[in-house]
């Protein structure tokens, strides 16, 4: 009960999160939006940790790092993804493929075995990729290549970061997570000089045709940037980034691998649910339609 409590009030957060930090990389970018979300992610895991204590080992530092930078490049093409949008079809596609990994994880590395509704889910799952974000009809927010190419690997490398998390010392408490923030704001922030200088170039068109921003991890898609706007958005992120982290951490270490990866990819209810409210993005019935089959093939690998 505490993994499946752990899970889906994870995925929850996560959801929440991933829909600030979208709206935060449209005004200001993903790079910053990004390393923005991850300092103030520090500070929260500073305070948990006086809550719950844990022991530093050299596994704990390890896999904190290697998980920073997994987790930093998931979390920044996740957010360019939403930026580009539409994101009640990019974020159901990443957490899809977020829990699809580890499963076969499992299967093919760890030797693990699914009952043969958890084999029927992968199938289901394959045919929810392809309503969700191939949808022929005219009326369909369709999609952009990059956002779902972006939204792929950001699938991928969430499912490297919960395989990851597995191997993380029990007794470490929310330690792996302190290295892991140190990763992502080292990188994101490395990149902000970089970022600066890309900027500079596609606003004088070299390397762009139409001399308009094209580099949607550095301003933005629209390229228009609102840094008051966007770093509010960002500390938002932040918190429950880190929280939603937390909760996984937790959940991973109190139950199964599997289950949590498909309970962590839930997290997509709550950015399509701040979408529709918020942005009024709307998806056709086939769409809808492949939404649904995603989160069926999620429960029945939970079960499996």
Known sequence: MLTVLFGLSGALVFGSGDFLGGMASKRMGAFLATGVAGVVGLFVLFGLN???????????VFWGLISGVCGSLAI????????????SILSPLGAL???IFPVLWAIFIAGETLAWFGYLALGIGAIAIVLVAFTLEKEAVKPRLRGIIFASI???LIGLFLIVMDQVPQGAGVYPLVFNRFVNITIMFSAVGGMALIRWAHKRGYLGRDGKPRADLVVGDKGVLDYKNGI????????LDAT???LLLFGIQTGNLSVMSVLTAM????????AAVILREKITKLQLFGMVLAL??????ALS
Not at 50 to 58: A, D, H, I, K
Not at 76 to 87: K, N, R, V
């Open 232 to 239: 509010l958005l960002a500390l938002g992120c932040g918190i």
């Open 244 to 246: 939603g982290n937390a």
């Open 296 to 301: 069926a093939a999620a429960g029945l690998l």
């Open 76 to 87: 920044l093409l996740l957010y360019a993804a939403l930026a580009i949008g539409p994101m």
């Open 154 to 156: 950001s699938g991928i």
């Open 267 to 274: 997290y997509p209810a709550g950015t399509i649910i701040l």
């Open 97 to 99: 493929i977020s829990a």
């Open 50 to 60: 006086l809550f719950v204590p844990g022991e530093v080992t050299p596994e704990t």
